[in-house]
């Protein structure tokens, strides 16, 4: 029988809704189920809810709680990792403090000023995820949820090479579906191609039917109710020629055009501080959900876009399928750096993922994702190796907060953050105060 | 409606299961078969055999039959290749004028002397094909069966960039074989294989989380075993992983095993002991092209069977062949894994860039989705690249008319170099020039005949 750890399962909404997937196949009945948690209460609550939800479909899964994390990874097949570092108290200081120099960020979790910072502080726990996999679990597949995906991603399959490890979003499958309803055509009759970075992929084959619906997205971006809805993205296409998945908010602050100054961002409707908004409401979310789950209330159970369960699914039973996922570039994308995480087309069976070979991104979109990529890089050799000078270069190469900050005000910037987030960055960028590339 | 045509469409036996196999399919059962042949003659039975499977079964599928090469392709959207350029004529020397040079093949039709020319004969009739695609089914994707599949694919992603994916069911073949050996249901075994076409290789083979090469390598210690596969077993043994294509061919891809008439009949041939294997003759020289000339007697019988029975019974259930499970997972947008021939741009790291590599793909509405392979043992890539040199300057003489590159192409065959010195390689090519130049427009400019 299988076994799947769920790191970090005190997300309780999401570990329901990866379980009602996985739940969904009667081949992945019985399943045995390793919820871990640092958090007694929240761990708790998601042994509830994975009752709940194994109940609800008759999955007979097994379902343990551990607080310890090395007994949740013991012998498991797949490790889902969904943990957050730092939480909502750490979110708020990667808004607060950039702001305080007038660096507007709208999610900051995966790049800029905030995706840094979430990064350092989680490398380190990434890096003991997967020393304790090679000893406990070796040969299984890391699904990595928890952002930013691709510093993530990246640090565990360059510190860690013999742990099997993909990064999952949802950004294809829920960009594929927007543009549908922007064109008015069903979803499932999409077919295209895309690749880049996590975020930052760029569809550059959009059919329906063998037709090209390009044209189509073209004129729906002429509708100004349809373009309301996603400025910046219809922006990007009109201005670099090809839609870009994930979503406006995310995509406003990865360039210097949208939120560079509050014209901007009322001219493109930029949500400053959603993510603040986003986080507060999980907090809410979360509290409810444990007062219906002692109540015996019941939820939804709705089969999520998430590709985890299928990758479980296909594994198991071979059955074949697409993906899209982040991974190493082994010169996938040609024209981006290699070694650097691309998202790219994932091919899933019994023997495992073997990503597709994408080929050159036309140059104008390489040239989009390859600065980030340059950051990620630069944050991870941060963490990996204790460098606190790759801090600052990654924090300076941000196109972002080139737009708006000085240099000096960057400097400053990262050191106000590194300090106000102490214990929980790696030892180097804390004690080793040079800053020599000031 | 879909409309699938097969070029060369009057190897009956092939024609009638790729086609019964469309037909099963419930995605594809309104569709139209549209057959090709140059030669009526075969066209004919092909046509009869395809027609009694739509009647049977009831079904509202299409089926017609020409000559016409345009007309058939005209608006199809998937074109499948099972022609054999210059017939049993051409292969037959193949084999017989190496034979006088000491090339001892046993299937000669995809390295070696014999493969180059049937490469280079090939060559020119595919390129035709897809100019004529360019026009008539633009956005076709062709599904190339003919052999040699590598040099073939190779040319037509060089010189036209076309959609095409190579097929064959070696990789399947031994799959259920290996299955066999090693005891467990075939539903249950998991494998990974790439390489070159007919010289890929099982990289991994498992059920659950058990490897199943250990229970292979036991099941070859058994006599009756071996005695299947003398050749594939050698190979395993001493490259470490099990190749695709069955012994009698995979032992003329090598300079080891046949390297004079002798060698084959002394110490080549009593190694095959199991009686299943006698499509090629228990890997004697020139063992398929007498299949194949057997072959013909039987289609004709069978036809007359046809004709007098007014159809036998249609097959119930699919064959293993790739070509249906593709062309639906493609019109449906469902998933399946193949393995196929694709050219090698990024997939496997230590082949040549743009070479032809088999390798699993994944299927669906977005088409032929190769994959890559990470790390791919080096003595197999170095073993490939010996067939890779032959296939690269094949598609380079096929492709510019130079007849150096036919005798460089041959020169460098492992077989050839084994067995032949160089002047000898070179009066073997100019009488192959020769007899088949009827067959070789490409080099009528180059050649002093």
């Known amino acids: ?438 | 409606m879909t409309k699938i045509t097969f070029v060369g469409a009057g190897s009956l036996v092939f024609t009638r299961n790729l086609c019964s196999d469309v037909l099963l399919s419930p995605a594809l059962q309104d569709c139209t078969i549209s057959l090709m042949d140059i030669d009526s003659e075969r066209l004919c039975p092909s046509r009869d055999a395809v027609r009694s499977i739509v009647d049977r079964r009831g079904i509202k599928a299409h089926v017609e039959a020409t000559t016409d090469r345009e007309e058939a392709l005209r608006d199809a959207d998937y074109v499948v290749t099972t022609f054999q350029q210059g017939g049993l004529e051409a292969y037959e020397m193949d084999v017989q004028i190496p034979r006088r040079y000491g090339i001892e093949q046993c299937v000669g039709d995809t390295l070696g002397p014999g493969g180059v020319f049937r490469a280079l004969r090939t060559i020119p009739v595919l390129l035709d094909l897809c100019r004529e695609m360019e026009d008539l089914a633009p956005d076709a994707l062709l599904l190339n069966y003919v052999n040699p599949m590598a040099a073939n694919c190779w040319a037509v992603d060089l010189a036209t960039g076309r959609p095409c994916v190579g097929l064959c069911h070696s990789v399947q073949d031994t799959s259920e074989m290996l299955a066999e050996w090693a005891d467990v249901p075939y539903e249950e075994m998991v494998y990974f294989c790439a390489g070159i076409n007919h010289q890929a290789f099982f990289l991994k083979l498992r059920r659950g989380g058990e490897d199943l090469y250990p229970r292979v390598k036991k099941a070859v210690g058994r006599e009756e075993i071996r005695g299947r596969e003398p050749v594939r077993i050698d190979i395993m043994e001493n490259f470490g992983f099990f190749v695709t294509e069955s012994s009698g061919h995979a032992s003329e891809y090598m300079p080891y095993f046949r390297k004079n008439a002798r060698m084959v009949e002394e110490e080549l041939v009593p190694r095959f002991t199991d009686e299943r294997n006698y499509w090629y003759d228990f890997g004697r020289t020139g063992g398929y092209l007498r299949h194949c000339l057997d072959r013909l007697e039987e289609s004709r019988e069978e036809y007359a069977e046809l004709q007098a029975s007014g159809g036998t019974e249609p097959p119930t259930a699919r064959t293993h062949e790739y070509g249906s499970y593709i062309i639906e997972a493609i019109e449906k947008n469902t998933s399946i894994r193949v393995n196929a021939n694709v050219p090698n741009h990024g997939l496997i790291r230590n082949l040549p860039d743009g070479c032809c590599v088999e390798v699993p793909c994944l299927v669906d509405g977005n088409g032929v989705q190769p994959t890559t392979v990470d790390r791919y043992p080096t003595q197999l890539a170095a073993l490939n690249r010996t067939n890779v040199n032959v296939q690269e300057l094949t598609v380079e003489a096929a492709l510019t008319g130079d007849v150096e590159a036919v005798h460089h192409a041959v020169m460098l065959d492992p077989l050839t170099s084994a067995v032949c010195t160089l002047s000898q390689a070179r009066a073997m090519v100019d009488e192959l020039l020769e007899a088949q130049a009827r067959w070789l427009p490409q080099f009528r400019e180059g050649l002093k005949v």
């Not at chain 1, 084959?205 to 063998?210: D, K, N, Q, S």
């Not at chain 1, 990758?311 to 899209?324: L, Q």
């Not at chain 1, 190493?328 to 691309?342: D, I, M, S």
Request: hydrophobic fraction near 40%; charge should be negative; aromatic fraction near 8%.
């Open chain 1, 1 to 438: 029988m299988i076994k799947i750890a769920f790191i970090g399962a005190g997300s309780v909404v999401f570990t329901k809704n990866l379980l009602t997937d996985v739940f969904k196949f009667p081949e992945l009945r019985g399943t045995t189920v390793a919820l871990h948690d640092i958090d007694p209460e929240r761990l708790e609550t998601a042994g509830m809810m994975a009752r709940w939800t194994s109940g609800q479909r008759g999955a007979g899964a097994t379902v343990e709680e551990h607080l310890d994390r090395r007994a949740a990874l013991d012998e498991a097949d797949f490790v889902v990792n969904m943990v957050q570092i730092g939480m909502h108290k750490a979110t708020l200081l990667d808004f607060e403090i950039p702001r305080r120099y007038g660096l507007k960020q709208t999610i900051a979790d995966s790049m800029g000023i905030g995706g840094i910072f979430r990064g350092l502080r989680t490398i380190p726990f990434m890096l003991d995820l997967g020393r304790e996999m090679e000893e406990l679990c070796p040969g299984a597949i890391l699904l990595n949820y928890t952002n930013p995906m691709s510093m993530l991603t990246w640090a565990v399959y360059k510190a860690h090479p013999s742990v099997p490890v993909v990064g999952l979003c949802h950004n294809v499958p829920y960009t594929i579906r927007e543009i549908a309803s922007y064109i008015g055509v069903p979803h499932e009759e999409m077919a295209y191609d895309g690749a880049g970075i996590n975020h930052i992929v760029w569809l550059t084959r959009l059919e329906c039917g063998g037709e090209d619906v390009y044209p189509r997205l073209l004129a729906a971006m002429e509708d100004p109710e349809i373009y309301a809805k996603d400025k910046v993205r219809f922006e990007l296409m009109r201005r670099f020629g090809y839609f870009v998945t994930e979503s406006s908010e995310h995509n406003a602050e990865y360039t210097p055009y949208f939120l560079r100054d509050d014209e901007l961002v009322k001219r493109y409707d930029v949500p400053v501080d959603e993510y603040i908004r986003r986080s507060e409401a999980n907090l809410v979310e979360y509290a409810k959900t444990r007062e219906k789950l002692l109540a015996g209330e019941s939820f939804p159970l709705e089969r999520s876009v998430e590709y985890g369960s299928l990758i479980v699914h296909s594994v198991v039973t071979g059955e074949a399928r697409m993906v899209y996922a982040s991974i190493e570039n082994t010169n996938l994308v040609e024209n981006l750096a290699r070694g650097c995480c691309v998202e790219v087309a994932v091919a899933v069976d019994g023997t495992g993922l073997r990503p597709c070979h994408y080929g050159e991104l036309p140059p104008q979109l390489a040239a989009h994702c390859a600065p980030h990529a340059a950051v990620q890089d630069l944050t991870v050799r941060a963490a990996l190796e204790g460098n606190r000078d790759h801090v600052y270069h990654a924090a300076m190469l941000d196109r972002h907060a080139a737009s708006v900050l000085s240099l000096d005000e960057i400097a400053d910037v990262v050191d106000e953050l590194i300090e106000a987030h102490g214990d929980a960055l790696p030892e180097g960028i804390r004690t080793n105060a040079t800053r020599a590339t000031r």
